[in-house]
């Protein structure tokens, strides 16, 4: 169909793209964005000095670019979904033990928030490839190694990364469950991981731990490696382990019981005073797994796993919603903590050492880890490994709104994360 001229020239006056990419719009803000995957997460990938640098207004422009708060993220790059309403924004490091820093940001949906708090594995999968697309580093083939500083962690992850033609390879053979075409396999190795968040391998000082749930004394495992997490046997709290996202989200008893659990370990991190107040201070961390022996289920994709197939069954939550999958910072702490004798996880697991072989609803994820006994608090951590894939979307430049932006501000300013 033909365009007459004077549409063209509506068009063109109604989307000013050159006044846009000038930065001269009064409407909206523009800002370089690389849209990609990284294991089965994904979201935007940004350049520190592209955004501001005061914490509020940052919060608010991605709050504005991702669309939120909205419970479908309608007018932004968000998913309305926890694994697509992510994060990640880089720069070059100055520290001698890594060679770029980077910071994970988990958005809100349907809430004015944002949470710096842990970091995530699937995320980390795809920034060398950012740092290559900028030049941020020197880029070597056939493999370039890139040392990561996580500053949500404060840890240093080193990530091998296949080359091609001068940048992050996309095609391999390397198949990641929640995701639908294989790629090229990018190494990650979380090294000495402990302590992410409290500064301890166990933050209460305890494998196990007896904690009263609606008046049922339930035995957890709180484990702090790559992220922290708190680990429950699924027969205590009325579940399998084996639930559908979709079975776990309409389970409200299930769903509750989790949830308590994950505020308990709340109070001891000394993140809130009361377990009840977790979900609207600290949504993101800590985070809840619930495990079980291995048995056989039907995964998302259809496809039957039988229980010789893997070691141990897991459950995530993430945000208060089930994980589609599972974070590679939970696989990397699931990993760790099935190493240490007598933990929930422990228990619950055919394998207690080296690789590990998790079954979550998207299907069969691989993790290796290393730990020894010999540190003055039991245990110390050697590594934790896996496999990832990560691939570039887009590349260009992201619009949001300046009058949302500054609405945004006002409503964090004054703690207010309502719609």
């Known amino acids: 169909m033909a365009v007459s001229m004077s549409t063209a020239v509506s068009s063109r006056q109604f989307f000013p793209i050159p006044a846009h990419r000038e930065g001269r719009n009064i409407e909206q803000l523009s800002i370089p964005c690389a849209f990609m995957r990284g294991g089965s997460s994904r979201g935007g990938f940004f350049l520190a000095s592209d955004l501001p640098s005061d914490p509020i207004e940052l919060s608010a422009v991605l709050l504005a670019c991702y669309g939120s708060p909205d419970g479908r993220q309608i007018d932004g790059i968000g998913g309305a979904d926890p694994l697509t309403s992510k994060a990640a924004v880089v720069s070059r490091s100055s520290r001698p033990d890594a060679d770029i820093e980077y910071t994970f940001y988990q958005i809100g949906i349907d809430r004015a928030q944002v949470s710096t708090g842990g970091n995530c594995g699937n995320m980390l999968a795809a920034v060398g490839p950012f740092a290559m697309l900028r030049g941020l580093i020197d880029v070597v083939e056939p493999e370039t190694t890139v040392r990561i500083y996580n500053i949500n962690t404060h840890k240093v992850i080193v990530a091998h990364i296949p080359v091609v033609d001068g940048g992050a390879a996309c095609e391999g053979v390397c198949e990641i469950s929640g995701v639908p075409d294989p790629g090229a396999p990018i190494q990650l190795d979380f090294g000495d991981c402990a302590g992410a968040v409290s500064g ?27 992220t922290s997490f708190v680990f429950v046997a699924a027969r205590d709290i009325g579940g399998t382990a084996c639930e559908t996202p979709e079975e776990l989200s309409g389970n409200a008893a299930i769903m509750e019981k989790l949830e308590a659990v994950r505020g308990w370990a709340a109070v001891k ?31 998302s994709s259809g496809r039957a796993i039988a229980a010789e197939e893997i070691d141990v069954c897991v459950r995530q939550l993430t945000m208060q919603r089930p994980h589609k999958a599972l974070a590679v910072t939970g696989a990397a702490c699931t990993a760790v903590a099935a190493a240490i004798p007598g933990s929930v996880v422990a228990k619950a697991s055919r394998q207690s050492s080296g690789s590990i ?19 003055e608090n039991g245990f110390s951590v050697q590594s934790a490994r896996i496999e990832r894939t990560a691939r570039l979307i887009m590349d260009g430049t992201l619009f949001a709104r300046r009058r949302k932006i500054e609405a945004l501000k006002e409503k964090l300013k004054n703690g207010d994360q309502s719609v």
């Open 269 to 299: 991190l000394g993140l809130v005073d009361d377990p009840l107040k977790a979900k609207q201070v600290t949504p993101n961390i800590p985070r809840v797994i619930m495990v079980a022996p291995s048995t056989n289920y039907r995964a």
């Open 357 to 375: 072989r998790l079954g979550h609803p998207s299907g069969i994820l691989n993790v290796a880890s290393s730990i020894s006994s010999s540190s």
């Open 200 to 226: 301890k391998l166990l933050p209460t000082g305890n494998v196990c731990d007896s904690i009263m749930i609606e008046g049922r004394k339930v035995e957890v495992s709180f484990v702090d490696a790559a």
